[in-house]
């Protein structure tokens, strides 16, 4: 059984071009919580990231390319295993570091699995999706090479500035808007991810 803290240090795949996540970086020009993170976090999702930072003003780190769905998912299908940023936010009050810092691996089926611990918030998207600590996890199918191997996505949002208390639900929904625009731009209809914020499960 892996942690999301323990599959970062298992990827071989390098991080495509970007800021790595807890850095200090000067605040660029703010834009809406729609249209952060290339406008993959849409709608009711929106709105929870503004109930996370207490605010409508987000930015990325200036001096670098903002987040790109497309030229990062031309990133994944041209790697083998595959780990990258694909997105971190910023606000006027997480300036310094990085507010959310939004990653996903890439692994095939018979990699070592990551399962929800003990006090996990469980949810209905993806293959499996729940919340722990300062971080929530989505895992969905997505077979786009042409290797003939299915392959999983594993999507992680983490919240590394963060000294108030978390919402998982807001914290779910926000990852799993941006995992289902970049499971649209690869072309995996079978995802399974839901098209609004998933619903909470039993505990298991």
Known sequence: ????????????????????????????????????????????????LEGLAGGTEFSEAEGFPPADLGAYAAEMTESGAFSGVFCSIYTPTYWS??????????????????????????????????????????????????????TDLYATLTMPSTETATDPDAMMAVLNSVSSALAGELGCPDAGLTATPPERLPDA
Request: with cysteine.
């Open 97 to 150: 570091d990085s507010f959310i810092d939004i990653r996903f691996y890439w692994f095939g089926r018979e990699a070592a699995d990551i399962q929800p611990q003990v006090g996990s918030v469980l949810y209905g998207s993806g293959e499996s999706a729940f919340v722990e600590d300062d971080a929530a996890y989505i895992k969905f199918a997505c077979s786009v090479r042409d290797t003939g191997e299915e």
């Open 1 to 48: 059984m892996l942690s999301l803290t323990t599959l970062a240090a298992c990827t071989s795949g390098d991080d495509p071009a970007g800021p790595e996540p807890s850095a200090t970086y000067s605040f660029a020009e703010t834009v809406a919580a729609d249209e952060i993170c290339d406008g993959s976090i849409a709608g009711e999702a929106a709105r929870d």
